[in-house]
């Protein structure tokens, strides 16, 4: 006979969400409403002007395996602690470095970053606390946690272009030459459209029949202001799409010739 336990009333969720060159994982408990009142004066659930610990039970953690920056903040690699003060119009959102503390143990000299952020009125109501990263960006995304009717947003950035731009020139000076990832950095961050072509011409020699490569090769050429050959190009990446049995990349094919 299995013996079950009860599930906790405001279970866990580890998210965990890929970002520049390393990941965020968040690791927090969803509170639902439950007819209660939430972000209110004397609320039962995170009431103004208190401290709040980004959920329900252990203080929400959060986890960067890469350096980024918030606020004009860099905050280094590390698990923090997520906290936040809310207010009427607008949060206060604590990262804080004193992992053993919590929210009883909670020690502002142990803050790295403490920054205001608008409230923002939500049309629907979110009965289950919710936070995901939305807007994702090579170089940015948007931290968002809504809650009944409140929506907060926190920008978190990332520099990867110029560590990435070395990469490539390093891995350029090898034996293997890694000429298509290296056309697809220069064309949409590098945005060094010369060097994209000539990797992108580079990469076809050994495979043209890769109606990707062909279709990159179209959208650089258009960066390039030459036309006629991104035209050429596209049309050649419908016709390997044909013979290679993409769907996908003959759709993308025909939408962009419609609009050259």
Sequence with gaps: MSNYAMPGASPRQNLVQDFGLGK???NYARPSVQGRSVFQENSLLAPLEKLWRFGADAATQIQFSDTVTIAGTSIDPGTYLL?????????????????TG???GYDPQF????????????????????????NIRYEAC??????AHVLVELEITTAIVERLRETYARQMESDTKPYFPAAVFNAKLGKDFPKAMDYVNKALESNPGAYYMHFLKAAVAKALGDGPAAKKSAEDCLETARKGGS???????KDFLSKL
């Design 24 to 26: 965020i994982t968040l």
């Design 83 to 99: 906290f936040a003060i809310p207010h009427q119009t607008e949060w206060e959102i604590i990262f804080n470095s004193n992992m």
């Design 102 to 104: 919590g929210v009883r």
């Design 111 to 134: 803050n790295i970053l403490s920054l205001y952020t608008p409230v923002q009125e939500q049309s629907h109501f979110t009965e289950t606390l919710s936070l995901q990263f939305a």
């Design 142 to 147: 948007c931290l968002q946690i809504s809650w």
């Design 247 to 253: 769907d996908d990349y003959i759709r993308l094919a």
